[in-house]
């Protein structure tokens, strides 16, 4: 039998007293680091050549790339014209729904989203249980160096269903061990109540805050709540 269960989901278990979460890959020397980079990079660019993903290969070429063996390493991209956010736009209107920009097929991920949309048409992002390991792994290494650890009461309101920053916060926090109180972005009072009533319950061990603190604090003045009670803190 393969060995999987739930002994299995997650990382291993890291010492609380350790500074940081991956020390290998977070202490590494720069010039090992720097070699690593540019191996990467290599690989991605032989990639985009041989798979091929037409959008990057397009944009190599145009800048006088060649092939793979023209990019060396990190300090080559400065050869490379910049990606914007308009050029992934133009690419899904060209070629819909996913554009050329794609490395990974749709039907190979686990997830989807979209950005907001402020500034246009929301682009679409989709994950493969690598890229959602990665996602998580960057996030571990940020909240360890905040002084966050396993089995702590963490909280956020961040917007979910297609808005892909709720799902991947959610999931890094599970991931690396804390229990992970999702409450409603305080659109409307009803749904700030909600939070702050919960809240109440369950009090985060790491204050809420966010963009939406201002708002949190304002409902709980309405109601008469204490926003210390709530886990609520301006820094």
Avoid at 157 to 186: F, K, T
Wanted: charged share 25%; net charge neutral.
């Amino acid at each position: 039998m393969p060995n999987y269960g739930p002994e299995v989901i997650g990382p291993p278990p890291r010492d609380p007293a350790q500074k940081f979460w991956d020390p290998q890959m977070q202490t590494m020397d720069p010039g090992q680091r720097r070699k690593l980079q540019d191996d990467r990079l290599r690989q991605m660019v032989r990639k985009v050549f041989e798979h091929p993903v037409r959008f990057f290969r397009d944009k190599l070429v145009s800048a006088g790339v060649s092939g793979p063996d023209d990019i060396k390493g990190v300090e080559d991209l400065a050869q490379v014209p910049l990606t914007v956010k308009q050029d992934l736009r133009d690419s899904e209107a060209q070629d819909p729904p996913f554009g050329d920009h794609r490395f990974t097929d749709a039907r190979q991920a686990v997830r989807i989203g979209t950005s907001t949309g402020t500034t246009g048409t929301p682009t679409i992002s989709f994950w493969t249980r690598k890229d959602l390991w990665i996602e998580y792994e960057s996030g571990a290494r940020a909240w360890w160096r905040y002084g966050y650890r396993p089995g702590m009461i963490i909280t956020h309101a961040h917007p979910a269903y297609l808005y892909a920053g709720g799902p991947l916060l959610s999931g890094a926090y599970e991931y690396m061990g804390l229990l992970n109180v999702w409450v409603p972005p305080p659109d409307t009072d009803e749904l700030a109540e909600q939070a702050l009533r919960f809240w109440l319950r369950v009090k985060p061990d790491i204050p809420f805050m966010g963009f939406s603190t201002g708002r949190f604090f304002e409902v709980a003045n309405k109601l008469g709540i204490d926003p210390k009670d709530a886990g609520l803190e301006f820094r």
